[in-house]
Nanobody, 124 residues
Framework: QVQLVESGGGLVQAGGSLRLSCAAS????????MGWFRQAPGKEREFVAA????????YYTDSVDGRFTISRDNAKNTVYLQMNSLKPEDTAVYYC?????????????????WGQGTQVTVSS
């Protein structure tokens, strides 16, 4: 069992930055690939970024590639999403998720545990 708690969301102007954190409970954090998803009002939940168990491999959706950086600190049981050059279209609830295994996953159904979400609002 893994419990995930996101933090760091808020209101920011377009072009600004935020860093989201996801704190995980449990000793087996290293055994999970981690991902970030987001869901805007009236939209489907979509994949944003993922990182494998070691932090060596990452993957991003095209709309955030070059602006967002996912990282993890296994010693702290924490995964981060650094968001730069934010756009109004990035406005959404952002969810941290954990997928059992070392391989990066991009499909929502592959993730076993989810955080409660944190709101990110980007104003123009």
């Amino acid at each position: 069992q893994v419990q995930l708690v996101e933090s760091g969301g808020g209101l920011v102007q377009a072009g600004g930055s935020l860093r989201l954190s996801c704190a995980a409970s449990g000793r087996a954090f290293r055994n999970y690939a981690m991902g970030w998803f987001r869901q805007a009002p009236g939209k489907e939940r979509e994949f944003v970024a993922a990182i494998n168990w070691s932090g060596y491999s990452t993957y991003y959706t095209d709309s955030v590639d070059g602006r967002f950086t996912i990282s993890r600190d296994n010693a702290k049981n924490t995964v981060y999403l650094q968001m730069n050059s934010l756009k109004p279209e990035d406005t959404a609830v952002y969810y941290c998720a954990a997928a059992m295994g070392a391989v990066i996953q991009t499909l929502l159904e592959k993730y076993d545990y989810w955080g409660q979400g944190t709101q990110v609002t980007v104003s123009s």
